[in-house]
């Protein structure tokens, strides 16, 4: 069954940008979305967004102008930035398939960024 | 678009069923039949529970339920036990390639 894996720096700089990637295993990347979600310390759920295998993407209206999610089918990887960081982006970073674009499943087991200077 | 509205708080003992809300809009809810149901525990990722509404993946005890009326979907837990006792989280599509999450309802097994 497929497993997701999120990877990268667990302390970001305010104004810098929170790079992520997700290695995707037992499982191709070639079909289905892939997604991107946080969770803030204590709170609930966001979705950031989405990216089709062949390189569309969709993102969370009030994130569009910070996100970029790309997908590398040769490593089986996709991968979030999101620039201009604050303290507000400070979460548990969840990656995750999304079969038909309508609810992600499964998810990854999520790594922690902090913004702090 | 705006978060999908949960209670904050849900409790049972027990044996008794519980049931959470989530309550959208027409674009959302209301709209698609693609609601989902995700159950967290502390320090754990989000588990699916239930999908496209009313749909069971393998594995999920079948105590676990859902069900939507117009804008409101539901999630009902009968004969909720203390491996129960969680965050849950709905979640549906909104169109335009949109997913959007409720604010989560802790369960509470008394």
């Known amino acids: 069954q497929v497993q997701l894996q999120e990877s990268g720096p667990g302390l970001v700089k305010p104004s810098e940008t929170l790079s992520l990637t997700c290695t995707v295993s037992?499982?191709?990347?070639?079909?289905?979305?892939w997604s991107w979600i946080r969770q803030p310390p204590g709170k609930g759920l966001e979705w950031i967004g989405y990216?089709?295998?062949?390189?569309?993407?969709n993102y969370n209206p009030s994130l569009k102008s910070r996100v970029t999610i790309s997908v590398d089918t040769s490593k089986d990887q996709f991968s979030l930035k999101l620039s201009s960081v604050t303290a507000a982006d400070t979460a548990v970073y969840y990656c995750?398939?999304?079969?038909?674009?309508?609810?992600?499943?499964?998810w990854g087991q999520g790594t922690l960024v902090t913004v702090s200077s | 678009q705006s978060a999908l509205t949960q209670p904050p708080s849900a409790s049972g003992s027990p044996g008794q069923s519980v049931t959470i809300s989530c309550t959208g809009t027409s674009s959302d809810v209301g709209g698609y039949n693609y609601v989902s149901w995700y159950q967290q525990h502390p320090g754990k990722a989000p588990k699916l529970m239930i999908y496209?509404?009313?749909k069971r993946p393998s594995g999920v005890p079948d105590r676990f339920s859902g069900s939507k009326s117009g804008n409101t979907a539901s999630l009902t837990v009968s004969g909720v036990q203390a491996e129960d006792e969680a965050d849950y989280y709905c979640s549906s599509y909104a169109g335009n390639n949109i997913v959007v999450f409720g604010g989560g309802t802790k369960l509470t097994v008394l």
């Open positions: 995750a398939r999304d079969p038909y674009g309508v609810g992600p499943n499964p």
């Open positions: 496209d509404v009313s």
């Open positions: 990216i089709y295998y062949s390189g569309s993407t």
């Open positions: 037992g499982g191709s990347i070639n079909s289905y979305y």
